[in-house]
């Protein structure tokens, strides 16, 4: 008995034990297409100052949740091509670590629709096209002036209350000419109805632009954008904090529209995301 129970004692002694590794992914997602989000969640298996992430040709911020544990929103823009895409992750601290992480995005199928608007809206007139240029300067200034600090909690709310009737990523065709892909949501709601903060942020642009009309546009922090636009009355100014659940503006049909309505884009580190994506990932 002594014999055999030396040779077990030795044989437990000899097996290796399997290392953790230097940085796990979990992933939550409504599905992996183009216009969706992915949540990442990253345990270092030492704690780490901070955490690089890139996919898609795209730097996302990631935020702590305590020590070991990070979270980030990776936004799968319209124009990404099915197929497998890495997710580069470093962490930095006392022990660096890298690690790749795959996504294997599926074929969206989007539809088209047909509305007719103003032609001033589909081929504008001469003494509007500067500002239409000034207005997308203004815009591309907005998308590069993200806080570093998280201004949002886990959990967005909806914006108005009424049923999403025009989907995101629809090709959308004004006066028979196809324009750019819907970026948005489109949300049926009546003229005056209050819209509501979805979630916590800083007022990044509140004005009417030649397009989207009234457009509030709001700063989620981290990359995260909220863009509200056709708004009849806008009742922020630019560099107010608002709360979740603060009014922002009431539903209106300024710009280019049909009818009243509130349109709600999102963008994640300038990708175009589907607001509906983020409400059901991000709990």
Do not use: C
Not at 126 to 150: F, G, M, N, T, Y
Not at 211 to 227: P, Q
């Amino acid at each position: 008995m002594m014999r055999l129970a030396t040779v077990l004692l030795a044989l437990q002694v000899a097996v290796p034990q399997t290392p953790a590794p230097a940085i796990a992914v979990a992933r939550s997602a409504r599905a992996v297409q183009p216009g969706e989000i992915v949540v990442l969640t990253i345990t270092t298996a030492d704690p780490a100052k901070g955490l690089e992430v890139r996919a898609f040709e795209r730097s996302f911020q990631a935020y702590s949740v305590d020590a070991r544990t990070w979270r980030v929103l990776v936004g799968i823009d319209l124009d990404v091509q099915p197929g497998r895409h890495a997710v580069s992750i470093v962490a930095s601290g006392t022990k660096p670590a890298r690690t790749s992480h795959t996504l294997q995005v599926q074929a969206r199928a989007f539809a088209t629709r047909n509305l007719t608007v103003d032609p001033n809206f589909v081929n504008p007139p001469p003494e509007a096209v500067e500002r239409i240029q000034r207005d997308q300067r203004d815009l591309d200034l907005v998308w590069k002036s993200s806080s570093a600090e998280r201004l949002w909690q886990d959990g967005f709310v909806r914006p108005v209350p009424d049923d999403s009737n025009s989907a995101f990523g629809t090709r959308s065709v004004f006066n028979g000419q196809p324009r750019s892909p819907h970026g948005g949501a489109d949300f049926l709601s009546p003229a005056g109805r209050p819209i509501a903060a979805p979630n916590g942020g800083r007022v990044a642009l509140a004005k009417d632009l030649y397009y989207t009309g009234n457009t509030v546009i709001l700063d989620h922090g981290l990359g995260l954008f909220s863009m509200f636009a056709h708004l009849s009355a806008i009742s922020v100014k630019e560099g107010d904090v608002v709360k979740s659940g603060q009014v922002v503006g009431e539903v209106g049909a300024t710009g280019r529209v049909t009818g009243p309505h509130l349109h709600w884009a999102v963008r994640l580190a300038g990708a175009r995301v589907d607001p509906l994506s983020l409400l059901a990932v991000v709990k």
